[in-house]
């Protein structure tokens, strides 16, 4: 495909309505996920955070087969894309008080697979510290809202196209996430990976490596994580939906080694992809 491609409540369209609190005040949610093949990696999981964003937020449970069918329906003939479900909370009134009950609003997007660097998942990529910080709000931690201003303006401080991705500290200079993804540090053939509850997104892919984490036996630690623990790590790798993992070879000079432990993961993460446990509409 070479355009995108937009469905509003189900009908084609490209415009959403001017007074939806999803634009005027990021009142919404949004889940990004890879279509191989046809096939949407991780359906379920990017289902189930939805709806627990939209229960977080207090917008009515998103209707989770009603959506598979209008994906079902965008993705016919689909093969290598990029799908993305935005719920906001719809139209009505000015002002941040909820007027009474309201009508959600689906917008689905199938977009055309982007270019991602060539080789990175088997070289690697660098990174850089981005002097961007994320604020601490719990309410809103670990859910996928559509109010990525921090993300925008963190990723505006680079242009060098070697540098892959920027990583996020938060107020207290403790390690968060990607830009657009999820960190995990390697030291002593466990991982670590950073606590999300102050600040950041849960991934789904984040979620997919703690699973085979656990069934690989490699142990784990989720906690606080601060700029010793980068300096000190064997390996570092990123993931989201859409790269999967790719090992971080330099953080602004300093380098690392692809280890074992990414390597591991990667070839665990391909196997599940493999296997054609995929959803397919």
Known sequence: MTRVTTRINGVAADCVDSGDRGLLYGDGLFETMAVRAGRVSSWPRHMARLQAGCERLGIPAADTMQLAQE????????????????????????????????????????????????????AGVAARLCTTRLCHNPLLAGIKHLNRLEQVLARQEWHDPQIAEGLLLDQEGRLVEGTMSNLFLVRQNGLL?????????????????????????????IRA??????????????????IRIWPVIAVDGRPYRKGEITMRMQQRLQAEEDDGSAWHP
């Not at 079902?72 to 009950?101: C, D, F, M, Q, W």
Request: charge should be neutral; aromatic fraction near 4%; proline fraction near 7%.
């Open 71 to 122: 994906a079902g329906e965008l993705l016919a003939g689909a093969g290598h894309a990029v799908l993305k479900v935005i719920v906001t909370r719809g139209s009505g009134g000015r002002g941040y008080r909820v007027p009474g009950k309201m009508t959600p609003r689906r917008i689905l997007q199938l977009h055309p697979w982007p270019e991602l660097p060539q080789a990175a998942t088997e």
């Open 193 to 221: 990976t950073p606590e999300l509850r102050s600040c950041g997104v849960a991934g789904i892919m984040r979620s997919i490596v703690l699973d085979q984490a656990e069934r690989l036996s490699i142990p784990v630690q």
């Open 225 to 242: 994580l601060d700029m010793n623990d980068l300096q000190t790590a064997d390996e570092v790798f990123v993931c989201n939906s859409l």
